[in-house]
């Protein structure tokens, strides 16, 4: 009779501790979030689609392709219109690394000076942005088609210093060219996305001055856990974000709010198997869209015919 009566108590209480667990797992995935924005998503496609770039209809047309030639962790991409090829960086061994849009290698530049190049940014015709993630320090460096190395000594550089948090600082850099904003997405702990206006600095004739803009209410609207790269869209005036450990791409309109995702989970978007550890997501002047994922594989999502 004992065991009987200590077994009508320890089985709720263990299936309460269970129904806490979930709970708890639940929130740290944001998975109540991603479960009724799956709604909103499903409830205002027709609105929504033609205002926007709206990663529902994206497939996969290459997958986990790797970078012949390339063994080092890749982080971040951007595309540069003028050249039409995509740049990486790598950061134990840093280097620029430029690909064609099939991701194959089509030059490497040393990086001398930088400590941890997380992020590298497109801003006009041969001028870049560089993050070093650690230090929370933006370079601005130029590079044309006769660069041998970028010193970082010899940069023009930022250092912002914003919640500084081991190597959780900036991983992802996008540039609004209309607005002259630079997005910078802190990784995590807490997640966040600041503007930073005023560099890197374009016009000598003004004043050298840095804005920076924080969005909270923006920022506790992403449902994801952490954040890897940014992408603005000059069309739709939209941002993506890429988050590696929740597998997602979120677009995000002018007003801060998340409208559409693309899943990185295998058997979605056309995917044969899930992407691991995405790094870097970039859209082309045409709305293709690529990412790397580490340590050196390649992708390519294009959109399709709204069905």
Do not use: C
Not at 9 to 21: G, I, K, S, Y
Not at 78 to 103: H, M, W, Y
Not at 127 to 139: G, M, P, S
Not at 257 to 263: D, Q, V
């Amino acid at each position: 009779m004992r065991r009987l009566t200590q077994a009508r108590v320890l089985l709720p209480t263990l299936a309460l501790l269970f129904l806490v667990a979930l709970l708890v797992v639940a929130q740290q995935w944001r998975l109540f979030e991603r479960g009724w924005f799956a709604v909103q998503e499903w409830r205002h496609a027709a609105e929504w689609r033609d205002r926007s770039i709206w990663l529902p209809d994206y497939r996969a047309s290459i997958q986990a392709r790797p970078i012949e030639g390339l063994s080092a962790d890749v982080s971040a991409l951007t595309f540069d219109p003028d050249r039409r090829s995509l740049f990486t960086v790598t950061n134990k061994d840093a280097q620029i690394i430029e690909l064609s849009l099939d991701g194959q290698i089509v030059r490497r530049i040393p990086l001398v000076g930088f400590g941890d190049p997380e992020a590298i940014e497109y801003i006009s015709r041969d001028l870049y942005v560089i993050t070093d993630e650690r230090r929370q320090r933006l370079f601005r460096v130029h590079l044309n088609d006769d660069t041998d190395f970028v010193d970082a000594a010899e940069s023009e550089q930022l250092s912002l210093g914003i919640g500084l948090n081991g190597n959780k600082g900036f991983e992802g850099l996008a540039y609004d060219a209309t607005n002259h904003r630079l997005f910078a997405a802190k990784e995590r702990d807490p997640v966040s996305i600041y503007e930073i206006h005023g560099f890197p600095h374009t016009n000598p004739d003004k004043p050298f001055a840095v804005h920076v803009v924080e969005n909270s209410e923006r920022d506790a609207r992403l449902f994801v856990r952490d954040l890897s790269s940014l992408q603005y869209d000059e069309g739709s005036g939209h941002l993506l974000a890429l988050s590696d450990e929740s597998r997602l791409v979120i677009e995000i309109n002018s007003d801060g709010r998340p409208i559409s995702t693309l899943s990185l989970l295998g058997g979605q978007h056309g995917l044969e198997s899930s992407v691991p550890q995405a790094e870097g997501v970039a859209m082309d002047d045409q709305g293709g869209l690529y990412l790397v994922s580490e340590p050196n594989l390649f992708y390519v999502f294009e959109k399709q015919a709204a069905r």
